[in-house]
């Protein structure tokens, strides 16, 4: 069992930055492949970034990819998203999500995940 607690959502201007933060309990972190998802208003909740267990393995969709990071620190049991050059369109509660996962497969679609947070909110005004 994994529960995530997100934390580092609110308001910033276009062209601005956030990071966010996910941190798991539990023992076996360094065992799970971890991803953000965001969803908009009315809109399907949306892959944004996704890490391997080790680090080895990172994807992004077009729309974030040169834009955000994710990133891990398993000692800390923590994944991080930095948010940079951030438009009106990344507006969306913020999503992070874990599954078990040794490999450097990558997962983009929200069912294969088991875990996930509260999602903190951004929103990025024009």
């Known amino acids: 069992q994994v529960q995530l607690v997100e934390s580092g959502g609110g308001l910033v201007q276009a062209g601005g930055s956030l990071r966010l933060s996910c941190v798991a309990s539990?023992?076996?972190?360094?065992?799970?492949?971890m991803a953000w998802f965001r969803q908009a208003p009315e809109k399907e909740r949306e892959f944004v970034a996704t890490?391997?267990?080790?680090?080895?393995?990172?994807y992004y969709p077009d729309s974030v990819k040169g834009r955000f990071t994710i990133s891990r620190d398993n000692v800390k049991k923590t994944v991080y998203l930095q948010m940079n050059s951030l438009k009106p369109e990344d507006t969306g509660v913020y999503y992070c999500?874990?599954?078990?996962?040794?490999?450097?497969?990558?997962?983009?679609?929200?069912?294969?995940?088991?875990?996930w947070g509260q999602g903190p909110k951004v929103t990025v005004s024009s």
């Open positions: 999500a874990a599954r078990p996962d040794r490999s450097s497969v990558y997962a983009t679609i929200p069912r294969n995940y088991d875990y």
């Open positions: 539990g023992r076996t972190f360094s065992g799970y492949a």
């Open positions: 890490i391997s267990w080790n680090s080895g393995t990172t």
